[in-house]
């Protein structure tokens, strides 16, 4: 007798939902994104259906999700660049149909909460600003639900994204400064931060196609201003010559550094140049002046939200990765060397 073949059956909901011990009800709302289970619950089903394998019918997740017309924000509070974003995405949304919901990121309060946050209310895509770190989690992310990061790439995910060119970026930052006479140019990094590893990569790039390796140095930091006034704190502490240049992996690093060398009595950019990277709206006040790089927000933002309705619609296209040229804006933060 022909020995019988095991048939291998495709996983359910409730096999989910007997994995986790709550019911098969619990389990639909949370693949709806709908509200009614804990956050700590929404992981424990979510790592289930990956145990299993199961996957939930695209089409009909987003049938269900398209009754809610709600977009997602995840932002980091305090962060200039993302109130710009975010003034550009409710106009756009607004004209497609879409009401936005914001999450924040807080120092007590890490990305991913956030995001979960926004997926237990129902929303139908979401938009990241900055994206997250762990690229698993990113792909994982892609997969339940349409989404967009700004400023952020994650390859090889279902995700799309939207950024500057960071690299020109910071090749136009370096050239302005070897323009005006600067060699001895020291680069504030941005940690894990948005763009951050981009533009400390392009920093070194840019210095040895100067011809100047040997006077690359990079501080560590991230994008806050704490971490600017640190990175002035220890170069003063030193008690050696100082750089005549510095690039602040962004506007608000750039800001925190500049104003912990003037409280030192020293000038900018007299006794040292500075740039940042954002073009925010502190960055054009009068007294601050800052020379940086604009990234077109507004664009950004129209671009994400487009990206996300987009694959709203077809959920089966192929990640993109949407862009946008940099520009340099040159204010009073740069000047010639001293002789």
């Known amino acids: 007798m022909a020995p019988q073949r095991t048939r291998h059956r495709r996983p359910t909901m409730s096999d989910v939902a007997a994995r986790v011990g709550v019911s098969r009800a619990l389990v639909s709302l949370v693949f709806r994104n709908e509200p009614g289970a804990s956050e700590e619950t929404r992981e424990k089903i979510f790592a289930a259906a990956r145990e299993l394998g199961y996957q939930p019918d695209s089409a009909a997740r987003l049938l269900a999700r398209s009754r809610s017309q709600v977009l997602g ?54 938009l990241l600003l900055g994206g997250h770190s762990d ?127 003037r409280r030192a009595g020293l000038d900018v950019p007299g006794t040292i140049s500075v740039v940042g990277f954002d073009d925010s709206h502190l960055a054009r006040l009068s007294h601050i002046d800052l020379t940086t790089i604009g990234q077109d927000p507004a664009r950004q933002a129209e671009l994400a939200v487009q990206a996300v309705v987009k694959r709203l619609t077809d959920p089966e296209m192929p990640p993109r990765e949407l862009v946008l040229p940099p520009r340099l804006v040159v204010r009073g933060t740069t000047a010639p060397p001293m002789s």
């Open 73 to 126: 924000v995840l932002l980091t509070v305090r962060n200039m660049f993302h109130a710009e974003l975010v003034e550009g995405i409710y106009p756009v949304a607004e004209r497609l149909g879409y009401e936005i919901l914001l999450s924040a990121a807080l120092p007590g309060r890490d990305k991913r909460r956030a995001i979960e946050a926004l997926l237990g209310h129902r929303c139908e895509g979401l």
């Open 135 to 261: 690229a698993d989690y990113m792909a994982d992310l892609g997969k339940r639900i349409p989404t967009v990061v700004v400023g952020h790439r994650f390859p090889a995910t279902p995700v799309d994204s939207v950024h500057v060119a960071e690299a020109k970026g910071v090749r136009q930052i370096v050239d302005h400064l070897v323009g005006l006479g600067h060699s001895s140019i020291l680069h504030i990094d941005g940690g894990d931060d948005a763009g951050a590893v981009e533009r400390r990569r392009a920093y070194r790039t840019a210095m040895r196609r100067h011809g100047l390796a040997e006077q690359i140095r990079v501080l560590p930091g991230d994008h806050t201003e704490d971490s600017g006034a640190r990175a002035a704190q220890a170069l003063l502490s030193e008690g050696t010559e100082l750089p005549t240049a510095v690039f602040a992996s962004n506007d608000r690093c750039a800001l925190g550094f500049m104003d912990s060398i």
